[in-house]
């Protein structure tokens, strides 16, 4: 192998060339007989694949007879016809009469392939749609033919002096499950359906498909008498196979037999063709064609053989520049005088060499600029989100409590002063920092708290667990702004007095979800789409939609581009619900474990 490396360019592809050429007789003669064998396989099992969906449609069709005559089996009439040994003639007439007319009439009817439908009690009395003297006369040899109850089985072809010859099938059944009275269910069918499945199936030139019933007689052969029993030879290569395929001696050569036994209907379907007929004009083709590509491979190698030399020394001195070029010299040049493909293919790896130069230099220098003005960007971005929360809430809140303390006097005023306090301490936080769950939940229940005062309606419940709340990651002024959303969107726009304000937790995979919960108006479900849509983008998507907007107030949008901004996908918000009845927003966040050497059980905070 060290020896064949070695060698130059040129050498290899004599080399190269010799090694396919000294092969290629014997390769062809494999080819040949493969594709033989493999075509005359593949011809085999489609043929076989054919025949076994015949089969299976010729099963279809005895179940699709078999299941519309279900309903007789269980019909008032049917029973009472079972069951009645004691009425007068006239009464069993009449009764007959009926099932005729509401029972086997309309079945044939409504299914062209029925020649008739017999229905004969224990006592041998018949009722038919055809011929109730056929069915009595049939009836013992039937019922003895018969191996199990509850199951149709094909009985063989019959002929009456007046018709030509049908196929009968016929079900034995008791007239009710705890009854010892049984009935026979005779269906005579014509034989123009089955035949026309079997013509339809054409194999080769001559071949054709045949039936046999379970004792091997035909039903239908071209060429044979119906009736006529399966050869010896068949029957002895068969042998207890079900199906299969088998190879037999006929007058023009060897012929392909395919056969299947129906466990439906306990019939066997036969195919034979010609061996020669399957697969000869496919062979035909593989020869011609293995001639013509073998021609054409040694002219396509001859050409490239002398192409490929004589490219070679123009190859090797563009691989001996790109080897150059891949370990950093980029100052390479290609000669550029000559002519045709290869001049322009050095003059191509000219301008890529440059390209490549001038590329690397924009790219890097843009990097930078670009890494420089988005760290740039979101650090402003994000200092005027904080900046931007209105103050008009803690304004309206003084003003109330004032209004309390001269015309009440109430001690509300100090519960309010303390919740306002702690609102204020907590604002002046340093507005890009991480906080936990736990702060936040003080900040929003301090606010509720407030709330509550002024709206005595009011109910909210904080139902987080201390560690849920310790191990959770948050931002500042979260909470917040969705609960102030609550009261001016949910509850003050439909004039509804605020009744209740739910905040809970549950534990997902990717972290922590607070659901926000509240009793007022939702809103319509294309603003909560758009919503939802708004909250699919990516953080660049969402900076971009802040910049374009400019928007104004800590709202659900801005809320959801902070955390983004900040934890990555997927946190953030979505909207669950939101209708008459209320809205629930969703809030995902990132947990964090706590370095504790023992967990501290979390309770819950209700109010």
């Known amino acids: 192998m060290k020896l064949i490396a070695n060698l130059s360019l040129q050498k290899k592809i004599i080399l190269l060339m010799l090694i396919l050429y000294l092969p290629l007789p014997l390769l062809g003669q494999f080819w040949y007989e493969k594709s033989h064998k493999v075509i005359r396989q593949n011809t085999i099992e489609s043929s076989y694949q054919l025949v076994e969906q015949v089969n299976r449609y010729v099963d279809r069709y005895f179940q699709d007879i078999e299941h519309q005559m279900y309903p007789i089996l269980v019909n008032d009439l049917t029973l009472q016809f079972l069951n009645d040994s004691v ?37 041998g009395r018949a009722v038919s749609s055809s011929s109730f003297s056929s069915a009595e006369r049939r009836y013992k040899e039937y019922n003895a033919k018969i191996t199990k109850t509850g199951v149709f089985e094909v009985m063989g072809l019959e002929q ?13 059944f008791n007239s009710t499950s705890y009854s010892t009275n049984s009935g026979l269910l005779i269906i005579d069918l014509k034989l123009d359906e089955v035949i026309q499945i079997a013509r339809n199936v054409r194999i080769g030139k001559t071949g054709y498909v045949w039936i046999a019933d379970s004792k091997g007689s035909a039903i239908y052969r071209p060429g044979s008498h119906p009736n006529e029993g399966l050869s010896i ?24 037999v395919m056969f299947f036994h129906s466990n439906t209907t306990g019939m066997s379907l036969f195919a034979e063709v010609p061996l020669a007929e399957l697969n000869e004009p496919l062979l035909q083709i593989s020869r011609i064609s293995t001639i013509v590509l073998l021609l054409i491979f040694l002219l396509i190698m001859i050409i490239v053989s002398g192409v490929m030399y004589m490219l070679s020394n123009s190859l090797l001195t563009l691989l001996r520049l790109m080897k150059r070029t891949q370990l950093g010299e980029l100052g390479v040049r290609a000669p550029e005088n000559r002519t045709a493909e290869i001049g322009s293919l050095y003059r191509g790896f000219n301008k890529m060499v440059d390209e490549i130069q001038r590329l690397i230099d924009t790219v890097h220098r843009a990097k930078l600029r670009e890494k420089e003005l988005e760290v740039k960007q979101k650090e402003a971005l994000l200092l005027a989100m904080q900046a931007q929360i209105h103050p008009h809430f803690l304004y309206n809140t003084l003003e109330f409590i004032n209004a309390s303390a001269i015309v009440e006097g109430n001690r509300k005023i100090s519960r309010m002063i303390v919740s ?13 920092e991480t906080v936990t769950l736990a702060l936040e939940l003080g900040h929003v229940s301090a606010y509720l708290s407030i709330q509550a005062e002024r709206y005595e309606s009011l109910s909210y419940f904080i139902q987080v667990s201390e560690k849920a709340a310790a191990q959770t990651s948050a931002i500042n002024s979260m909470l917040q702004p969705i609960v102030e959303n609550c009261f001016k969107h949910g509850f003050d726009k439909y004039k509804i007095v605020p009744n209740y304000i739910r905040i809970s937790e549950m534990q997902v995979a990717a972290g922590c979800l607070i659901s926000i919960e509240d009793g007022g108006g939702g809103m ?52 669950s619900t939101s209708g008459p009845d209320g809205t629930c927003i969703d809030i995902l966040l990132p947990t964090h474990i706590a370095a504790l050497e023992q967990e501290q059980q979390g309770g819950i905070q209700d109010v």
């Open 420 to 432: 306002l306090g702690d609102m204020f301490r907590y604002s002046v936080r340093n507005p890009n």
């Open 233 to 256: 030879d068949y029957a002895k290569a068969m042998g207890d196979k079900r199906q299969g395929t088998l190879t037999m001696p006929g007058e023009s050569g060897d012929k392909l």
């Open 160 to 172: 009456d002096e007046w018709s030509p010859p049908f196929l009968s099938i016929a079900l034995k």
């Open 87 to 123: 009425s007068g003639s006239y009464d069993r007439f009449l009764r007959s009469n009926r099932i005729e007319r509401e029972l086997l009439n309309p079945l044939t009817s409504n299914r062209e392939g029925i020649r008739g439908i017999s229905l004969v009690n224990g006592e």
């Open 524 to 575: 319509p479900p294309v603003i909560m789409d758009n919503y939802n849509r708004l909250f699919d983008l990516s953080g660049d998507e969402l900076l971009e939609l802040e910049a374009e907007n400019k928007q104004k107030g800590i709202g659900l949008l801005n809320v959801h581009t902070r955390l983004r901004l900040l934890f990555g996908e997927p946190y953030g918000l979505f909207i």
